[in-house]
């Protein structure tokens, strides 16, 4: 405890970290703020929260403005979702590829194409927000209220983006990814207190016990967003001007779960299809009503089979794209590295390449496991709220999001000559360079 008393002072007596800190927090009473100004034109009190299917995993993700119908009831997610549209055409589309080469102007270019389709994508789903308000809670339900919703709504979601990238300039962490933490974080008081009261008469110690369940499940966690397999690099002895240096030894971190979060958002994404489809045919098909009952149901063991198995493909295929060994093998050969017993050039890249497969399949089995964490809970008895925390997209989230903060702060305390927030171990971000030097 005293430990943490002087770490904490430490980190306050640092100015520049004092200022980033209190700047972040401004952002974020902002943020939290414009999610209970309601939209013009909607009567609050007559609103009816629809959390079930995707309108449950945004509502989630933004701290509960979707079902106040707010000013940010679209938050950031249109922006995640044109990151992800980019990210995937610089894979597959040459003149992104290209874009993405030409450094910091590239760079640039890149976040204005997202920062324009961002504004379409929040345009387009501005309009089928509207439509899920319920008739009772608009007060002039006119052509000119959906125009400024959309208006309002796009302009809210531009706001979000701006505060993202004030925190991540003058506060502390990725701002992004931060916004989103904050609105998971924000309902877990509310969970904990509804699990608590749930609890019937002498049930203090299952709570108890619940509490514990989800501290090792957190922990979990953090060593699947941690764990790394290092393979070693050696680099040949170079010749200077006056003197002669020796080979340096170095290492390439290659991550269990180098796909993070993703292979869940685009496996629950896929998961909401069958029983859209299935309603289609709901009243001539016997089949389609099971189909459509089955996969409604997300504590179902045919849903959870198929949710796992979707997971697991997409962890692979999220880590194929995303990590490229021959990159790594050419960039090594050019700056004279070489993996000792391996030959540079395709050799390198097909070890690097074997090796990834082998520490990515326990990374996607665990991940499919943390992912139907939520449904095992809520079949032993936890509400649905609460049970939320149990795993999941919010989990890793939230995991990923704290560790990396920690990371800037900890490199704060090190350059000014503090002790670091830890005695022993070492904080690894999730931007963690592909090649690191020891």
Not at 285 to 296: R, V
Not at 297 to 307: E, G, I, M, R
Not at 324 to 341: C, E, H, M, Y
Request: overall charge positive; aromatic content about 12%; some cysteine.
């Amino acid at each position: 405890m005293k430990k943490f008393i002087t770490t904490i002072k430490n980190i306050f007596a640092i100015e520049d970290l004092r200022v980033r800190i209190l700047n972040t927090v401004f952002f974020i009473a902002i943020f939290r703020l414009g999610s209970y100004v309601v939209l013009p034109g909607v009567d609050p009190n007559q609103l009816q929260a629809n959390t079930s299917g995707l309108f449950g995993l945004l509502d989630t993700f933004l701290g509960g403005a979707f079902s106040n119908a707010s000013i940010f009831a679209l938050g950031i997610m249109p922006y995640i979702s044109a990151s992800i549209v980019l990210q995937l055409l610089t894979i597959a589309v040459p003149y992104f590829q290209k874009m993405q080469k030409e450094g910091e102007s590239g760079r640039k270019k890149i976040n204005q194409i997202t920062r324009v389709l961002t504004i379409v994508i929040t345009l387009a789903q501005a309009v089928g927000f509207v439509a899920t308000i319920n008739a009772e809670a608009i007060v002039i339900n006119t052509t000119l209220f959906t125009i400024t919703s959309m208006i309002v709504l796009t302009s809210g979601t531009i706001f979000c983006m701006w505060l993202g990238e004030k925190i991540t300039d003058k506060g502390i962490g990725n701002g992004i990814s931060m916004l989103i933490m904050i609105g998971i974080v924000s309902r877990f008081p509310g969970a904990i207190v509804a699990e608590f009261l749930s609890k019937q008469l002498g049930g203090a110690l299952l709570f108890l016990f619940e509490l514990f369940v989800l501290f090792f499940v957190v922990m979990s966690v953090v060593m699947l967003t941690q764990a790394i397999r290092r393979i070693p690099v050696q680099y040949a002895k170079q010749v200077g001007a006056s003197s002669l240096y020796s080979g340096q030894r170095q290492f390439i971190p290659l991550k269990v779960n180098a796909a993070g979060v993703m292979p869940i958002i685009f496996a629950q994404s896929l998961m909401f299809l069958p029983s859209m489809l299935a309603s289609i045919w709901a009243d001539s098909s016997e089949t389609a009503n099971y189909i459509g009952s089955t996969f409604s149901d997300f504590t179902s063991w045919q849903y959870n089979l198929v949710f796992g198995l979707l997971i697991l493909v997409f962890t692979y295929f999220y880590t194929a794209i995303s990590v490229n060994p021959n990159q790594i093998a050419d960039d090594l050969k050019r700056s004279g590295g070489f993996v000792p017993g391996v030959k540079p050039g395709r050799s390198t890249s097909e070890y690097i390449d074997a090796i990834l497969t082998r520490i990515t399949l326990p990374g996607a089995i665990y991940l499919a496991l943390v992912a139907i964490f939520p449904s095992i809970a809520m079949l032993l008895g936890v509400t649905r709220e609460f049970s939320q925390f149990f795993g999941g997209t919010s989990l890793i989230i939230m995991v990923g999001v704290v560790l990396d903060t920690l990371q800037q702060v900890e490199s704060y305390l090190l350059m000014r000559h503090y002790d670091g927030m830890m005695k022993s171990g070492k904080l690894r971000g999730r931007t963690e360079n592909i090649a690191m030097v020891s």
